[in-house]
């Protein structure tokens, strides 16, 4: 929160029950914020060894292949949960786009362009934060993509 405040974003902190560890659907309905409007961070690895972080709905999953494309990689996995804390300072239902210990290639889902506000961890379990989606590049360096898999796959 004290990047965001540093960078001049407004948002809204909104905290949650964090024990034990809700579902992005669980988030949703503890917060009252439409399930569209909360996202997760997610952290992969491409092939290069280089990592990345993809933002996306709670109500969607990662398309991998999109993923590797929107990142410029041949292809990307899901990095090992336990790998998380040493990597980005976030455990696993906390893990933030905003103050990871290192800067990341973010690619947030084009989905979030049609919203007027998002929701997104503030960086532990049991908090949120809501912005307006005009501030989302104020609060992180990212590019947007379509990153999400069909729902019939």
């Known amino acids: 929160m004290r990047l965001l405040d540093r960078a ?9 029950p964090a024990d034990p560890v809700p579902t992005g659907q669980e988030v949703a309905a503890m917060t009252g914020q439409d399930p569209a409007h ?14 990345y972080v993809f933002v996306i709905p709670v109500t969607g999953s990662l398309d991998l292949k999109k993923a ?13 949960q336990r790998e998380l804390l040493n990597l980005t300072g ?8 905003v103050g990871m210990k290192k800067a990341f290639s973010t690619v947030v889902d084009q989905s979030a362009e049609l919203l ?5 961890s503030g960086g532990r379990v049991g908090l949120q934060l809501r912005i307006d989606r005009a501030d989302l590049g104020k609060a992180f360096p990212h590019k947007t993509a379509d990153i999400l898999k069909e729902e019939n796959e």
Not at 8 to 16: F, H, I, N, P
Not at 68 to 80: F, I, Q, R, S, Y
Not at 91 to 97: A, D, E, F, M
């Open 68 to 80: 590797a494309k929107a990142a410029g990689e041949k292809a990307v996995e899901m990095l090992p």
């Open 38 to 51: 909360v996202f997760k961070t997610l952290v992969t690895t491409g092939r290069s060894g280089e990592h």
């Open 90 to 97: 976030y455990v696993h239902g906390g893990c933030s786009p």
């Open 8 to 16: 001049g974003v407004s948002y809204e902190a909104l905290t949650y």
């Open 116 to 120: 007027d506000q998002i929701c997104f």
